[in-house]
């Protein structure tokens, strides 16, 4: 089945540092929408996407769809401590109800 | 409190040894669905529900069964589990089939 290409894979960044990660598809998708995961617990929804183009923030993160459908960034600003985790993206590939994810990528913020 | 719910957390079995996996969501969901976690390759999907008596396999099915005869449960089934099918499972809902995911906190599975 397919899965989403997400990179980087890891990142190891300075607090205070901005983040930027992407992910890409061989196929269009109708949503994406980007999660994380922290240890010992499920993913959780931090921002949803629903149209081509749309940019969406929530606080310090930014997300956008892309206007082919097939890829998504996220940005996370000035990094802190408790950022750190596992951050998914993840959507559904048009004419499915399937939730595809991407294979994560893992976050480490050093202070 | 709106949730979803696994059981059980964790379970050590043995090859062959049929089990299943609960999970039950309070929020009134119509979309449910199973995921499997390995590490390397995020979540993939294994089975998905849209409503009572709607099931359709994910990406990776084979080996899992599932039923949803109530809106609200939607067990996970391993007829004849196999070490292959150690992994982390997560059991997820949602309003509808485009909506945000709501995640079960998950259920470590070890098959010997």
């Known amino acids: 089945g397919q899965q989403l290409n997400q990179s980087p894979q890891s990142m190891f960044i300075q607090e205070g540092e901005d983040v930027s990660m992407n992910c890409t598809s061989s196929s269009i998708f109708n949503t994406w929408l980007w999660y994380k995961q922290e240890p010992g617990e499920g993913p959780v929804l931090l921002i949803a996407l629903y149209k081509a183009g749309e940019l969406t923030s929530n606080g310090r993160l930014t997300a956008q769809f892309g206007i082919t459908r097939k890829d998504s960034f996220l940005n996370i600003s000035a990094s802190i401590p408790s950022d750190v985790g596992i951050y998914f993206c993840?959507?559904?590939?048009?004419?499915?109800?399937?939730?595809?994810f991407g294979t994560g990528t893992r976050l480490k913020v050093l202070a | 409190e709106a949730q979803v719910t696994q059981n059980p957390r964790y379970l050590i079995t043995v090859t062959g040894k049929k089990l299943t996996v609960t999970c039950s969501q309070n929020?009134?969901?119509?979309?449910m669905s199973w995921y499997r976690q390995d590490p390397g390759l995020g979540l993939r999907q294994i089975y998905y529900s849209m409503n009572v008596e709607v099931t359709d396999k994910g990406d990776v099915p084979e080996g899992y069964k599932v039923s949803r005869k109530e809106k609200r449960n939607f067990p996970l089934i391993l007829e004849s589990p196999s070490p292959n099918q150690t992994s982390l499972y997560f059991c997820?809902?949602?309003?509808?089939?485009?909506?945000?995911?709501?995640f079960g906190p998950g259920t470590r599975l070890t098959v010997l």
């Open positions: 997820a809902s949602s309003v509808g089939w485009d909506n945000e995911q709501f």
């Open positions: 993840a959507g559904q590939e048009a004419g499915t109800y399937k939730y595809i």
């Open positions: 929020m009134n969901h119509e979309y």
